[in-house]
């Protein structure tokens, strides 16, 4: 009886050892270091938020690097949807630049309207004033109503 009391806790160790072994023998370097970069669940209401940002950001700075000298040489579109209908805002943006920037707009607007419809977003119904034109100062874009 004191020999097989020997030789189970001898196994017992043994594995128990061997099971430890085994735990930390993992690749931590392909581990996320911070849960914020996990990889994004792509039918998650965050996730398609973050995408419609990006679009956004996109469109804004490809503008932002034009400097508004002329504002005859400037326009501007709706972008973006409320919840109810109608631009979240408009936004000014060089002429010379309409064939690269207004389908980007236009999809932008599209897809944010997909967006609320799909996680049934509530806006304010509050319609953004429509501007009357463009002027230029100090080298930005300055709506006039």
Excluded at 75 to 96: D, E, H, L, N, Q
Excluded at 122 to 130: G, K, Q, T, Y
Excluded at 137 to 142: C, F, I, L, P
């Amino acid at each position: 009886m004191k020999n097989f009391f020997s030789i189970f806790l001898t196994v017992l160790v043994f594995a128990t050892a061997n099971s430890c072994k085994s735990a930390n023998s993992q690749d931590d370097s392909t581990l996320p270091k911070d849960i914020s970069e996990r990889p994004a669940d792509e039918n998650s209401e965050k996730y398609d938020q973050a995408l419609l940002d990006e679009m956004r950001t996109e469109i804004e700075s490809a503008i932002a690097k034009e400097k508004c000298s002329k504002s005859s040489e400037w326009t501007f579109a709706p972008m973006g949807s409320k919840a109810c209908g109608g631009p979240v805002r408009y936004i000014a943006y060089p002429k010379k630049m309409e064939e690269a920037i207004a389908p980007k707009i236009s999809d932008y607007t599209q897809k944010m309207s997909d967006f609320n419809k799909k996680y049934n977003i509530v806006s304010d119904c509050m319609l953004a004033a429509e501007p009357s034109g463009v002027r230029c100062e100090n080298g930005n874009t300055v709506f006039i109503y």
